[in-house]
């Protein structure tokens, strides 16, 4: 079970730039995968899930996102993106996609501690 994460890189406040995450090993399908990102000298910290609910999908986001990011997947190819938008200079931290092995409440997604198979980062960095 594995996923890949890329699509970082240096960009100028304002700019754009889509994250993605291939997953392989298993059939994601149904499963909650998420975008966490750690600023140097922060924790971890949540910024975007998407899960299955009722043959449809459900968004969620930080506040400190919302309305710039937009998180989106692809069944078809096992692949999750994230669409950055108007980035910051505190949007600046390495982001890594993360996967749960089974469907998550709405109340734990925001948890790292609830995902089990993680992504190995790729860098983001927003210039002033």
């Known amino acids: 079970v594995q996923l890949q994460a890329s699509g970082g890189g240096l960009v100028q406040a304002g700019a754009s730039l889509r994250l993605s995450c291939e997953a392989s090993?298993?059939?994601?399908?149904?499963?909650?995968m998420a975008w966490f990102r750690q600023a140097p000298g922060k924790e971890r910290e949540f910024g975007a899930a998407?899960?299955?609910?009722?043959?449809?999908?459900?968004?969620y986001y930080a506040d400190s996102i919302k309305g710039r990011f937009t998180v989106s997947r692809d069944k078809t190819k096992n692949m999750m993106y994230l669409q950055m938008n108007s980035l910051k200079p505190e949007d600046t931290a390495v982001y890594y996609c993360?996967?749960?092995?089974?469907?998550?409440?709405?109340?734990?997604?925001?948890?790292?501690?609830?995902?089990?198979?993680w992504g190995q980062g790729t860098q983001v960095t927003v210039s002033s």
């Open positions: 090993g298993r059939t994601w399908s149904g499963y909650t």
């Open positions: 993360a996967a749960s092995a089974r469907s998550l409440i709405v109340s734990t997604l925001r948890a790292a501690t609830s995902y089990d198979y």
């Open positions: 998407i899960r299955w609910s009722g043959g449809g999908s459900m968004t």
